[in-house]
Structure formats: structure tokens, C-alpha cells
């Protein structure tokens, strides 16, 4: 099936820094992709939507000047977490469409971000 | 999308046939049923999705009752590395359209 990789896999930072996790198809272009979060024992909630050359669509309750997503070429979106917080500690998840694939979703390895 | 229901946990013996049952009850006829899982810290992997006849893949099979409001996920032979969380999913199949996760069932199998 299709790749997506996702980097890093674990981060952990300090209060009050941004970070940013990046979603890459390896091998088909991803028109759109999509971003999760998932808490411990939590099923994944939908973060936003991110489609190629345009703006995010955001999940409602999700603050899109703090999780800034960017996806600025077919194989690439990225997620920044803007003045992390502990809560924002949590397994991030991203996943990808190629214009060639229909129906299945292919998801990353997951990034767990960590806040101190 | 369509609500689906899943019991929240199942045990299964290694070797056996793991069936694992999911309500869909308000699926629309452009809906698929698709079925993913997640190991333990891992990002969610694709099994199996189908519209309305059985299907079946070198992972597992996908039985869909004729009214199309129920299916049961089968893993015919069932090991210590099928131990997940098994999401049942109803989505059309179009390119743009989001996938929403419900809880799943935390399949579990013993030695």
C-alpha cells in the first residue's frame, strides 16, 4: 500500500515553543491530507482538513493560530503547534489521499509530542 | 457520516477466527463500510472497505448483511499481533470526504 511518513515520531519541548511535525507521501501525490490528535485511551479527533495550494479547513473547537498547518506541495503538509502547552501533549496523526487512490486513507507512524 | 456501533472490547484465542460486528444502521447507499485498526501506538492502519458484496483481502474478509446495516470484520486465523483497536467506519468514497473515528473495539488475543 502507499507510504506515509511522518517526522519526528517523539518530540518533547518546552513550554512556550512551537513545533512543527511534518506528513509526507513517499510514493503518490496527496491532494489532501488530514490531521488527528489522539489523547491516551482516546479514540483520534479530526483536527482539520489541509488541501494543496489552499487553506486548512479546521474541525470546530480546533484554534487554527495555534495549529498551523501548511501544505505547500503534493507530498508534503506540515503541522505547527504554536506556544505548546502540557496540554497540548498528545499523539499527533496525519494521513493522505492521492489523486490516484480512491477510497482508503493511508496514515503516518504518528508523532507524540511531549510539553515539560 | 453514518454512526456505527462497536462492542468496546473482544478476546479472541490465537489460531482462531476473530468476528468482529459493526451497526450501521443509517447508511446511506453511497456509503462504504471500511474498517481500519490501530496498534499501540501506531497510526491507524487500512484493512478492508467494501460497498454492499463480501470482500475479502490477504488480511481479512468483510461481511455485509444484505440491508447493508450491519457487517462483521473477519480475521480468519487470528495472532498475538492482530491485537489492536478495530474501527468501523461509513464514509462515501469520494476524494474530499473526511474520515471520523468512533471508539472502536479493542480486540484482544491470548496465547
Known amino acids: 500500500g502507499a507510504v506515509v511518513s511522518q517526522h519526528p515520531s517523539r518530540v518533547i519541548c518546552k513550554s512556550g515553543t512551537s513545533v512543527k511535525i511534518e506528513c509526507r507521501s513517499l510514493d503518490f501525490q496527496a491532494t489532501t491530507m488530514f490531521w488527528y490528535r489522539q489523547f491516551p485511551k482516546q479514540s483520534l479527533m479530526l483536527m482539520a482538513t489541509s488541501n494543496e495550494g489552499s487553506k486548512a479547513t479546521y474541525e470546530q473547537g480546533v484554534e487554527k493560530d495555534k495549529f498551523l498547518i501548511n501544505h505547500a506541495s503534493l507530498t508534503l503538509s506540515t503541522l505547527t503547534v504554536t506556544s505548546a502547552h502540557p496540554e497540548d501533549s498528545s499523539f499527533y496523526i496525519c494521513?493522505?489521499?492521492?489523486?490516484?487512490?480512491?477510497?482508503?486513507?493511508?496514515f503516518g507512524e504518528g508523532s507524540r509530542l511531549t510539553v515539560l | 457520516d453514518a454512526k456505527t456501533t462497536q462492542p468496546p472490547s473482544m478476546d479472541c484465542a490465537e489460531g482462531r477466527a476473530a468476528n468482529l460486528p459493526c451497526n450501521h444502521s443509517t447508511i446511506s447507499g453511497n456509503e462504504y463500510v471500511y474498517w481500519y485498526r490501530q496498534i499501540h501506538s501506531q497510526g491507524p492502519q487500512y484493512i478492508i472497505h467494501g460497498l454492499k458484496n463480501n470482500e475479502t483481502n490477504e488480511m481479512a474478509s468483510l461481511i455485509i448483511t444484505e440491508d447493508r446495516k450491519s457487517s462483521t470484520l473477519i480475521l480468519p486465523h487470528a495472532t498475538l499481533r492482530d491485537t489492536a483497536v478495530y474501527y468501523c467506519i461509513v464514509r462515501p468514497r469520494d476524494s474530499g470526504s473526511r474520515l471520523t473515528f468512533g471508539e472502536g473495539t479493542q480486540l484482544t488475543v491470548n496465547p
Open positions: 494521513s493522505a489521499r492521492g489523486t490516484g487512490i480512491t477510497g482508503e486513507l493511508f
